[in-house]
Every structure is written in C-alpha cells, then in structure tokens.
C-alpha cells in the first residue's frame, strides 16, 4: 500500500494538501475508497481510506492504527565525508534501507568536492528527498533526516561532549589495533555515531584531533573498502549487532 509522511500527529481526518495531494489525485489517479498507510512525526502509523477529492486536498479517513516494528531499538547517525559525484545519494539510499536516522555530510581535508552555499542547500535537499522516497519504499515509520554539510572538526568537536549517551567511532582505514566488533561489544549505549572518510581518507591531523577528544579510530577488517562500502558496511554491522537486522526471531 502507498505510504506518506505527515509533519502533525494521525487523527481520524486527515486533509492532505500540497504534493502529496498531487501526486495521488494526478499522478497515481487515486479514488474515493482507495486505502493508503500515513505515518505521523512521531512514528504512529495508521491505515486510511480516502474519502473525497478536492482541487488540490485528498480528505482521508482513519481505518485503523498498524502497530509497525520497523524502527530498530538504536539509534544511528552516519557522518559522511562528502565523496565524489552522487556517492553520497547510493549511500543516503541504503542508509535510509538500513534503517538510520540521522545524516551529516562533512567537509574534511581530504574531499575533493566542494558546494558554495546555494548549492549545498540543493544537495542537502536532494539527499533528503532520496532519504525520504527509499523511508517510503522499504515501509519505515519514520524518516531519516539529513542535516546540513559541516566541516569535520566542528561536528567532532560538538559530538564528543555527548560520549556518554551516544558510541562515537571513527572507522579509520589505519586503525591496526580495533576493529568495530570489540568496539561494539564494549559499547553499551543505544545511540551510535559514526564518521566515515572520503576516497582520500582521513589527513593524519584529523585522525589525531579525533584521538584527542576521545573519540576511538575503529578497523573494518585488512581491506581498503571504498567510502559507500565502508558507509554501508558500518551501517549494516551496527545494526546486525546492536540493532534489528539479522532476523525478526
Ligand atoms: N585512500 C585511502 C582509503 C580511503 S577509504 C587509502 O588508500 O588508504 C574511504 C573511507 O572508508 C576511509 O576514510 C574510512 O573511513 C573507510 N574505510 C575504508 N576501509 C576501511 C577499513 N578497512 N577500516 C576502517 N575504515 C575503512
């Protein structure tokens, strides 16, 4: 069943404005009796019919609430230092499959990309409609959000103050010492964070000023991974180990 996402809470009448409206009168050529799933800010999913059609309002009425368990108990927060052309769209996609909650693109020493205001602001959205449309396909209840691009040394810095709620890792190509699996078994909060390099890797200097404020350099094994393997990699592995993926039994 096709899904939407409101930004207020279900309630028996639902009036649906805007592009979704459009896009189910118009372009699915939807009906009165059609059904729909509507997931609120919150979560809360609910099943509903559709029960009138106005210009451009798609009035819908509650069927019943759908008890979903697509949301995973952790957490996660994928920091991606911006890679070559639309990498970060195949990553923002699997992410969004794996069910991660929060995007932030960084700028670090070593991207070779570089977006003026204008164009960070277009990028951010089209990662975030990409987040939104793969939300809609794989049935999450909630969205990811992608945050704004920001350079890797503040975003550390802002971060490492909440290293008691939130596990924060680097996944560091150099790092000969942990690899991710020790580091997630001795972590025992629900919150994860994890910054991964561009195709240069992280400078020297940035891997240090991680060091300094306690955040710890993990391994993802002995082979150079490229940056989406390793983001996708990471995600799959936290959720496999902290979270839900691996089966529902
Ligand atoms: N150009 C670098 C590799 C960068 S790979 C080199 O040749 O050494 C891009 C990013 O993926 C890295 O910065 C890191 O965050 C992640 N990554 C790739 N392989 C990894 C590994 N084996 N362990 C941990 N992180 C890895």
């Not at 459009?22 to 609910?46: F, P």
């Not at 971060?159 to 596990?167: I, T």
């Not at 000023?209 to 393997?229: C, D, F, M, Q, W």
Request: proline residues 3%.
């Amino acid at each position: 069943m096709r899904r939407i996402f409101i930004s207020d809470l279900l309630k028996e009448n639902i009036t649906i404005t805007g592009p979704d409206a459009h896009h189910l009168s118009r372009v699915m050529r939807s009906k009165e009796g059609d059904h729909i799933v509507v997931a609120d800010d919150e979560g809360r999913v609910g099943e509903y019919v559709m029960t009138g059609f106005t210009e451009d309002r798609v009035e819908l009425e509650l069927v019943a609430y759908i008890e979903e368990k697509t949301e995973s108990d952790v957490e996660i927060t994928l920091a991606q230092c911006l890679p070559k052309g639309d990498k970060l769209e195949l990553i923002t996609q699997k992410a969004t499959e794996l069910g991660i909650n929060y995007i932030v693109p960084l700028t670090s020493d070593n991207c070779v990309v570089r977006y003026d205001a204008k164009k960070a602001k277009a990028k951010q959205e089209k990662w975030q409609k990409i987040a939104n449309e793969a939300g809609k396909q794989c049935g999450r209840s909630c969205l990811p959000e992608v945050q704004e691009i920001q350079p890797i040394r503040k975003w550390l810095a802002e971060v490492a103050s909440h290293r008691d709620e939130a596990a924060i890792c680097m996944c560091y190509e150099n790092e000969e010492q942990t690899g991710i699996k020790t580091f997630l078994r001795s972590c025992g909060q629900r919150r994860f964070m994890v910054v991964i390099g561009p195709e240069g890797g992280f400078s020297l200097e940035e891997a240090e000023y991680a060091k300094r404020l306690g955040i710890p350099s993990v391994s993802l094994g002995n082979r150079i991974l490229r940056a989406e393997t390793a983001a996708i990699s990471a995600m799959t592995i936290i959720q496999y180990e902290k979270g839900d993926l691996g089966g529902r039994i």
